[in-house]
């Protein structure tokens, strides 16, 4: 029986880097002399991150040193789905920042018949909001991440390699 190898493509991230980057950036707000008095606060839920701060200036200050400091810590900006700001009472505005994680279906099915349609000698399965590519050659597989890191400059979500067997 002839011995067949996988690996599965996820788009996802880790959360305890988010939650380090997070924290950084509410001890740099605390620190820097144009953000120390603006009342900003940043909200880390399950799906999204939420910025409540003075005005639009500061909430671009805010998101840039968010960004600053998730590259730092190696996370991708492709997670981060910033929306519109909107104002809130008080003077304040907020800004939901949506956290990117799983394939989409269409993303799944598209990235599939991508593979499909360039490599033949491997088999592409959606599972859930990941795929699965199984093949009886290493050297295909490697064809295919090589094939996806190309892909995944034009993508809105990062892509990563999990469980190479």
Do not use: C, W
């Not at 003075?54 to 190696?74: E, G, H, I, P, Y």
Request: aromatic share 4%; charged share 35%.
């Amino acid at each position: 029986m002839a011995e067949s190898f996988s690996f599965d493509v996820v788009s996802d991230f880790d959360r305890q880097e988010l939650v380090n980057t997070v924290d950084q950036v509410r001890r740099e707000l605390v620190q820097r002399y144009d953000l120390k008095d603006s009342g900003t606060e940043i909200e880390l839920e399950e799906a999204s991150l939420t910025i409540t701060t003075a005005s639009d200036m500061t909430l671009q200050a805010v998101s840039d040193v968010l960004r600053q400091k998730a590259t730092k810590r190696n996370l991708s900006l492709k997670i981060f789905d910033f929306q519109d700001p909107e104002a809130v009472g008080g003077n304040k505005v907020k800004q939901v920042v949506k956290l990117r994680k799983g394939l989409s279906q269409e993303l799944a099915k598209k990235l599939s018949k991508q593979v499909r349609d360039s490599i033949k000698k491997v088999t592409v399965a959606i599972q859930g909001d990941s795929l699965r590519v199984t093949s009886k050659s290493k050297d295909d597989l490697q064809q295919v991440i090589a094939l996806l890191r190309e892909q995944e400059k034009d993508l809105e979500v990062p892509l990563q390699f999990e469980n190479y067997r």
